[in-house]
């Protein structure tokens, strides 16, 4: 195990609060950007390659680290294999959403199989990383329309693969309002309402908007 910056016992009482799904002996409290320099360092060298090789990891903080690594590798292909080496350890929604490797952004045609694979997986936190890739690689220039049926079609129970689909049609909004707006609709009663609620409490979108999605009710449960 990597040596880990020092620890902040009252953020480490914060991020608990935050990780309610894990326990809480494994969140040490070492902040975020000092987690991020360590992986800066330690990226492409020999101790990185053990440390990564290392699954599973016992601290909260070491997966984020593991997350921080895979982000700075520069090659796609081998990129591909420590995400898909990973996934089945990520056991929180924090470490999930800032796995964002940036060279992903580079290879766009090559990464929508591996999201739509993502999303049909059955471990939830592999799930809501594929949306999570899909709502930040494709809602601008590359948006397809039945991109948002892919994330409709997800009929999962678990609290942060429905929030994760409420984000996505949230940013949807702010990014592709016309599109996004007449399907809202079918979404599952749950989804719509976070959606809704996160659309009315974004910047992004105009309060015209956020007055038409306040009267927007489901057609039908899942």
Known sequence: MPLLPP???????????????????TILG?????????ARQMAHSP???????ALPHRWFEENQLHAFIIAAERDFDRCLVLVDAFLPYV????????????????RHADLLPHIRRWMASQHEYTVRFGIGMLLRHFLDDDFRPEHLRWVMDIHRDEYYIQMMQ???FATALAKQ????LPILPSLPDTVLRMTVRKACESFRVTAEHKALLKKTKPTSTH
Do not use: K, M
């Not at 620890?7 to 935050?18: G, T, V």
């Not at 070492?30 to 360590?38: E, F, G, K, N």
């Not at 101790?47 to 090789?53: L, M, R, S």
């Not at 056991?91 to 580079?106: G, I, K, M, V, Y």
């Open 7 to 25: 620890r902040d016992e009252r953020y480490a009482a914060f991020q608990r609060r935050l990780l309610p799904t894990l326990p809480p002996e």
């Open 30 to 38: 070492v902040r975020t950007p000092a987690l991020r320099s360590l």
């Open 47 to 53: 101790d990185a390659e053990a440390f990564i090789a």
């Open 91 to 106: 056991d929180n929604w924090a470490t999930c959403d800032q796995l964002s490797p940036a060279c992903f952004a580079r």
């Open 166 to 168: 409420a984000w996505y």
């Open 177 to 180: 309002w016309h599109t996004t």
